[in-house]
Structure formats: structure tokens, C-alpha cells
């Protein structure tokens, strides 16, 4: 089962059982933790401007099970340029690190408000 945990600038903490998604303070967060089953697979590191982005999405392939995969990333823009670091975490325990979306189960997603 996929958590997160949000660690903020003054070592406050949020995690996925205290909250939602939505009530992580970004002004003050340093820190980004998904976990799988209780352990730590990905941290993502935030500097000011940077914006986290975290989804879980489900995969289902004809005549497989379904997959959940965990996308934890940061954007920020540069120069105009939209700069992204993003990590995908699979149920086997493998993470795929890349700098933007592409086609298939690594599309983009719909960005909330604080995302942009």
C-alpha cells in the first residue's frame, strides 16, 4: 500500500493518515517521502519555487491484474521553461526516474491549481 509523509522546514510533519493531499502547507515544505507498504522508496527534495506534484494511478492491462503506481515529482519554471523531475514507483519495489511525461502509463496528468 502506497503513504506519504510531507516533512516541512521547521521539522513539523504531515503524513497520509493525519491528512490529505490537499492540506500540505508547499510554502513551507522541504521534503517529500513515498513509501510502499511502510517503507521508504522515493524522498523528493524541494527548494523554493519548485512545485510537488504526487499522484497514484492505477494500470489495468487486458488480462492482468490492476497496477498501482505511486508519481511523485517537482516542477518549476525557468526562463519560461517548464523543468520537471519525476519518479514513478511500481508495487514490485522498482522505481523509473525521468524529466517529463511521455505516452502510455507515463502520460501527464492533470495539474491542481498549486501545482501550476
Given at each position: 500500500m502506497f503513504e506519504w509523509k510531507a516533512i516541512y522546514d521547521d521539522?513539523?510533519?504531515?503524513d497520509?493518515?493525519?491528512?490529505?493531499?490537499?492540506d500540505i502547507d508547499r510554502k513551507k515544505l522541504k521534503e517529500f517521502w513515498v513509501l510502499f507498504d511502510g517503507v521508504p522508496k522515493v524522498k523528493?527534495?524541494?527548494r523554493q519555487g519548485q512545485?510537488?506534484?504526487?499522484?497514484?494511478?492505477?494500470?489495468?492491462?487486458?488480462?492482468?491484474a490492476?497496477?498501482?503506481i505511486a508519481i511523485a515529482c517537482w516542477q518549476e519554471t525557468k526562463g519560461g521553461e517548464?523543468?520537471?523531475?519525476?519518479?514513478?514507483?511500481?508495487?514490485?519495489?522498482?522505481?523509473?526516474?525521468?524529466?517529463r511525461f511521455r505516452e502510455g502509463?507515463?502520460?501527464?496528468?492533470?495539474?491542481?491549481?498549486?501545482e501550476k
Open positions: 521539522g513539523t510533519e504531515l497520509s493518515s493525519d491528512g490529505t493531499y490537499l523528493v527534495h524541494l512545485r510537488l506534484i504526487y499522484r497514484l494511478r492505477v494500470i489495468q492491462l487486458l488480462g492482468h490492476p497496477r498501482r517548464n523543468i520537471q523531475l519525476i519518479a514513478l514507483v511500481f508495487e514490485d519495489g522498482h522505481v523509473e526516474i525521468m524529466d502509463i507515463y502520460r501527464p496528468i492533470n495539474l491542481r491549481p498549486e
